[in-house]
Nanobody
Framework: QVQVEESGGGLVQPGGSLRLSCAASGSIFSIIAMGWYRQAPGKQRELVST???????NYADSVKGRFTISRDNAKKMVYLQMNNLKPEDTAVYYCKIIRPSRIDWGQGTQVTVSS
């Protein structure tokens, strides 16, 4: 019923920037919050940032000050501006849509930070 699609990942050098986008479509009537998670090989999936439909944000300590989450409620989209990227940011980034009835995930987009 619901499709969640991330885009904007890629290869970037340390110190560079990327902007991730996530679009939700389908029979979505309300969204409580949206967010970004990431998972590196051999590691658990971890929270990167979340934002409520009212605009309240939360960031992992490792990205605070470097990443900025934003959303467009009307378009049902969420974005993640990533600045000053570090090699440890390398991971698959997943979009998370929190609805009253369920949680939906995207397939993920690869972010690789390397020289």
């Amino acid at each position: 019923q619901v499709q969640v699609e991330e885009s904007g990942g890629g290869l970037v050098q340390p110190g560079g920037s990327l902007r991730l986008s996530c679009a939700a479509s389908g029979s979505i009537f309300s969204i409580i919050a949206m967010g970004w998670y990431r998972q590196a090989p051999g590691k658990q999936r971890e929270l990167v940032s979340t934002i409520t439909n009212g605009g309240s944000t939360n960031y992992a300590d490792s990205v605070k000050g470097r990443f900025t989450i934003s959303r467009d409620n009307a378009k049902k989209m969420v974005y993640l501006q990533m600045n000053n990227l570090k090699p440890e940011d390398t991971a698959v980034y997943y979009c998370k849509i929190i609805r009253p009835s369920r949680i939906d995930w995207g397939q993920g987009t690869q972010v690789t930070v390397s020289s």
